[in-house]
Each structure stands twice: as structure tokens, then as C-alpha cells.
């Protein structure tokens, strides 16, 4: 079955150090986003990426990047950490273009980080 | 900016009562709008509704969308204690925000045995 997996789990890592985050999906999409959720705020978004080589910047792109080389994977990398990027991390995908239907964005089951 | 509010934000109930839940909208080149369940893990899809499907219904659940008024709601009739969890809504646009999804910061059901 087509899945989208995300390692670790969780994590702790002190602040400015680097960290990648990683995503990968096997549903073959070409659509590829990370969110952070933190109480009161829902889900916001990060960064997203339509196809191999494409990224865009989310509504809370500050202080993240991410790379997308492979149609199956896309690692969001803190490139020096901070205490207020401390919060639990979704990876989602879906498919590009098409009627309404392809909206649909299928959730990884999340990485809790902790920024100490 | 689009933008998203649910409401209530928390919801504690009883089994067996009826819920309903509040989701407004402002968006441009609305495309669609969607409902999740999150119970402590990734949240998991409920229902599409867009402009040719206003109306939608699985078991107990069910989703009406109004595109005049700019919202939506989610009715859980005879709730059970599996029904806890956050519901969030979100909506999708077109054109430069193509695939995006715009979420509302989600509503915290508890349903007490």
C-alpha cells in the first residue's frame, strides 16, 4: 500500500544545531508540503514543492529550507535551530492538477521536535 | 490571504448527543474545502466538498458546504467516546495558490461515556 513515512519520530537537539527532518512517499505524487502544528495555531504551512528541483515558501518559511531531487522525498532541514521551532512537524502530499478531487493532501504520522 | 476560522474551538459532550461544527471562509478562487480527524497522530480525511458537491454523508457524519454565506458544517449525531478528537477544516484555492491547503486552527471534541 502507498504510505508517506517521516524519521525520526521525535528528536531533541539543542539550539543551533542542524537538523533535517525527513519525508517520503510512495503514493508517487508530484505535490509535497510541510506544516508545523502548535496549539492555538492549527496547521501552517512551511514549505511545498510541485515536482523534482521546484520549492516555494509557506506562510512560516523563516529559518527552514528544503530540497526536492527525487519525486518521493522532500527533507526540511533547520538550519540553525531555535527554541520557538520546538513543535511537532506533518509531512503531506497529493497529487498535481486535475478537478478538485486531487486536493486531497495525505499526512506522514509526524515528527515531534523539541529545541532545548 | 485566504483564511480559515472554526468554532467552537472545545467541545465537551456526552455520548449520544448531537454536534455540530462551525467552519467560515474567506478565500479567492475557491476550489474546494475539506474536513479532517486528527486524533493524536496525522490527521485523516474526511470529506471534499466543492462546488458540485454541496452535501456529504458517511454514517454518522455529515458536511454541507454554503458558497453563498462562505462557510461550512460538521454534524456528529449520537457521538461516541471514538468521536474525540480535533477536527480541522481546511480549504483549497486555485490559480496562485494552486494545491494549498488554508487550515483553521482546528476544534477540540471531547465526547464523555
Known amino acids: 500500500d502507498a504510505e508517506i513515512t517521516q524519521s525520526p519520530r521525535h528528536k531533541i537537539t539543542e539550539t543551533g544545531r542542524q537538523v533535517t527532518l525527513a519525508c517520503h512517499q510512495t503514493?508517487?505524487?508530484?505535490?509535497m508540503f510541510w506544516y508545523r502544528q502548535d496549539l492555538g495555531h492549527g496547521l501552517r504551512l512551511i514549505h511545498y514543492s510541485y515536482g523534482v528541483q521546484d520549492t516555494n515558501k509557506g506562510e512560516v518559511s523563516d529559518g527552514y529550507s528544503v530540497s526536492r531531487s527525487n519525486t518521493e522525498d522532500l527533507p526540511l532541514t533547520l538550519e540553525s535551530a531555535a527554541s520557538s521551532q520546538t513543535s511537532v512537524y506533518f509531512c503531506?502530499?497529493?497529487?498535481?492538477?486535475?478537478?478538485?478531487?486531487?486536493?486531497?493532501?495525505?499526512f506522514g504520522p509526524g515528527t515531534r521536535l523539541t529545541v532545548l | 490571504e485566504d483564511k480559515v476560522v472554526q468554532s467552537p474551538l472545545s467541545l465537551v459532550v456526552h455520548e449520544g448527543d448531537t454536534v455540530t461544527l462551525n467552519c467560515s471562509y474567506e478565500v479567492t478562487n475557491f476550489r474546494s474545502l475539506l474536513w479532517y480527524k486528527q486524533e493524536k497522530k496525522a490527521p485523516t480525511f474526511l470529506f471534499m466538498l466543492?462546488?458540485?458537491?454541496i452535501e456529504k454523508k458517511s454514517g454518522r457524519l455529515s458536511s454541507i458546504l454554503d458558497k453563498k454565506e462562505l462557510f461550512s458544517i460538521l454534524n456528529i449525531t449520537a457521538t461516541q467516546t471514538g468521536d474525540s478528537a480535533i477536527y480541522l477544516c481546511?480549504?483549497?484555492?486555485?490559480?496562485?495558490?494552486?494545491?494549498?491547503?488554508?487550515f483553521g486552527q482546528g476544534t477540540i471534541l471531547t465526547v464523555h461515556p
Open positions: 503514493w508517487n505524487h508530484n505535490n
Open positions: 503531506a502530499s497529493s497529487e498535481f492538477g486535475g478537478p478538485p478531487s486531487t486536493d486531497t493532501q495525505y
Open positions: 481546511a480549504v483549497c484555492a486555485g490559480g496562485t495558490s494552486y494545491g494549498k491547503l488554508t
Open positions: 466543492t462546488s458540485s458537491g
